[in-house]
């Protein structure tokens, strides 16, 4: 897994009037495990993305 990879990256955002930097700590779920209700169905973010 890439999780303790990710750990202290930073991420810059520049999508908003103002540049942001972000540093990640940790990455508590997997696109796989987290869901959300979409048309009325249940997704995976991992499955909305491969769609």
Request: proline share 2%; hydrophobic share 35%.
């Given at each position: 897994?890439?999780?303790?990879?990710?750990?202290?990256?930073?991420?810059?955002?520049?999508?908003?009037?103002?540049?942001?930097i972000?540093?990640?700590?940790?990455?508590?779920?997997?696109?796989?495990?987290?869901?959300?209700?979409?048309?009325?169905?249940?997704?995976?973010?991992?499955?909305?993305?491969?769609?």
């Amino acid at each position: 897994l890439l999780i303790p990879e990710l750990k202290g990256v930073c991420i810059h955002t520049t999508h908003r009037n103002q540049d942001r930097i972000y540093r990640i700590k940790s990455i508590l779920s997997t696109a796989v495990s987290m869901k959300f209700e979409r048309d009325g169905k249940e997704v995976s973010i991992a499955e909305y993305f491969r769609d």
